[in-house]
């Protein structure tokens, strides 16, 4: 399996503007720029696609650890915060922090903080990256 996203950049640096697309037409010319990444212009930027392709990656391997454990979540509610910084190297993403709340009927406490920190090391996007991952998981009771 492959999957691809398109990026165009018209211009330099700081006057330029880009818009990314994905064949499955859920992304299509979405507009980034300079503006978009370092301070808070209207359309996304890369780490915010990051951030949530590691969120709803994790997601799914929180899931897919919890069946194998023969629990099934009512629900997931994955985000990842992204920090890019300015380092000695140049700007980096040097972590991502993970929040997780979850309602899984029966779990306990100890076997969800399992199961998410072996979603944290096995997602795909985990593995890709090479950033600091950190993780909060908070388990939410049924109401």
Not at 3 to 29: E, F, H, Q
Not at 35 to 53: H, M, V
Not at 64 to 77: H, S, V, W
Request: aromatic share 6%; proline share 4%.
């Amino acid at each position: 399996m492959e999957r691809s996203a398109t990026a165009v950049w018209n211009g330099g640096l700081k006057d330029g503007k880009g818009a990314i697309s994905t064949p499955s037409g859920v992304l299509s010319d979405a507009p980034y720029s300079f503006l978009t990444r370092f301070e808070n212009a209207k359309g996304t930027n890369p780490e915010e696609l990051i951030g949530a392709a590691h969120a709803a990656c994790f997601a799914m391997a929180l899931s897919a650890q919890l069946g194998t454990m023969n629990f099934t979540p009512e629900k997931i509610r994955a985000i990842a915060n992204v920090t890019l910084e300015k380092l000695d190297a140049g700007w980096t993403i040097s972590k991502i922090h993970l929040d997780v709340a979850a309602r899984i009927p029966g779990i306990s406490e100890a076997a969800f903080e399992s199961a998410a920190s072996s979603a944290k090391a096995n997602c795909p996007v985990s593995r890709l990256l090479k950033a600091e991952i950190t993780l909060n998981a908070a388990l939410e009771k049924a109401a």
